[in-house]
């Protein structure tokens, strides 16, 4: 059973550093092929794509972000991490990690999400 | 980046009645290699999204058949073939030929 789960500061001050975990089983982040995005959602806004990290350890990210973000996995292939440097108020949103089997199926499995915050 | 625009960003429908929504493409999401990296997710109310449709026209793992995509090039269209009452929530389009993967505004399925 292949199950993701965010989890994060929930709030933090403008200027700081957004550290947010991915952990997830029922897959093996060094199987051929596997990749695991960040997305992000404001509150009542459509989706954003940030980051993503694939088997090979290879690294994307979204080019308007890219100044800001660090995507990374452990050694073990069961978390992925992601870091957001420089927070603002705009950075407030729902942010998810998805994985991808291969490349071209879509993320078919989803986290439930972690609302952060930022305020001063 | 790509952008892709939803039509209608609302639609009402009764159970059973077929629905489709539309995304239109800004750029061609016709690939070099072949394929056409367009995707639909469905997000229920307070729910992740989850993935419906993928490279135009296949269905997902577990999704039931009622859902069907179809298009090409810039046009795009996702049908419902009798809506039931778990369909209501928020549908996406979004785009993989491009790079960054962007998401299209939603359309929001309501019951009638």
């Known amino acids: 059973q292949v199950t993701l789960k965010e989890s994060g500061p929930g709030m933090l001050q403008p200027s700081k550093t957004l550290s947010l975990t991915c952990s997830f089983s029922g897959f093996s982040l060094s199987t051929s092929g596997m990749v695991v995005s960040w997305i992000r959602q404001p509150s009542g806004k459509s989706l954003e794509w940030l980051a993503a990290i694939d088997w090979d350890g290879d690294k994307y990210y979204n080019p308007s972000l890219k100044s800001r973000l660090t995507v990374s996995k452990d050694t073990s292939n069961t978390q992925v991490f992601l870091k957001i440097t420089s927070v603002d108020i705009a950075d407030t949103a729902t942010y998810y990690c998805?994985?991808?089997?291969?490349?071209?199926?879509?993320?078919?499995?989803w986290g439930q999400g972690v609302m952060v915050t930022v305020s001063s | 980046d790509v952008v892709l625009t939803q039509t209608p960003p609302t639609s009402s429908a009764t159970i059973g009645q077929s629905v489709s929504i539309s995304c239109r493409s800004s750029q061609s999401l016709l690939d070099s290699d072949g394929n056409t990296y367009l995707y639909w997710y469905l997000q229920r109310p307070s729910q992740s999204p989850q993935l419906l449709i993928y490279l135009v026209s296949k269905l997902g793992s577990g999704v039931p058949n009622r859902f069907s995509g179809s298009g090409s090039g810039t046009d795009f269209t996702l049908k419902i073939s009798g809506v039931e009452a778990e369909d209501l929530g928020v549908y996406y389009c979004?785009?993989?030929?491009?790079?960054?993967?962007?998401f299209g505004g939603g359309t929001k399925l309501e019951l009638k």
């Open positions: 979004v785009q993989g030929t491009h790079d960054p993967p962007t």
């Open positions: 998805a994985r991808a089997e291969v490349y071209y199926s879509g993320w078919d499995y």
